[in-house]
């Protein structure tokens, strides 16, 4: 078995720019759910 992972950060990675796509699909605000800045922020230890 042969598994491929990746970090994606909701903000910056393609998880975000779904969520952003799904919104304008949708006719929701294009930031909703996107103000969230995560639980592990950077730089910390």
Known sequence: MVVFSAIDN????????????????????????LEFPGLHPVGAP
């Open 10 to 33: 909701m903000m910056k990675g393609s998880a975000g720019q779904a969520v952003h796509a799904a919104n304008i699909a949708f006719g929701f605000e294009e930031t909703a759910g």
